[in-house]
């Protein structure tokens, strides 16, 4: 069961780290007038990665 936990942890920070360059993309790029779209879709990616990985989660806490 650590390992799982461990493989969690490093998913969950992939998914912060994804966010915050996300944002950080955005605010950047919308400062230059440049498109804001790669921005986006890391934001898209990492709110998915949240939402299955918090669902994964869930499914094998209830299956344990």
Not at 4 to 30: D, E, H, M, P, R
Request: positive net charge.
């Amino acid at each position: 069961m650590g390992g799982l936990f461990g493989l969690f942890v490093i998913y969950c920070l992939t998914a912060i780290v994804l966010f915050v360059v996300g944002i950080i993309q955005i605010i950047i790029k919308s400062s230059r007038n440049e498109p804001v779209k790669p921005g986006l879709k890391l934001l898209i990616i990492s709110v998915i990665m949240v939402v299955i990985g918090f669902g994964a989660c869930a499914v094998l806490l209830a299956n344990s």
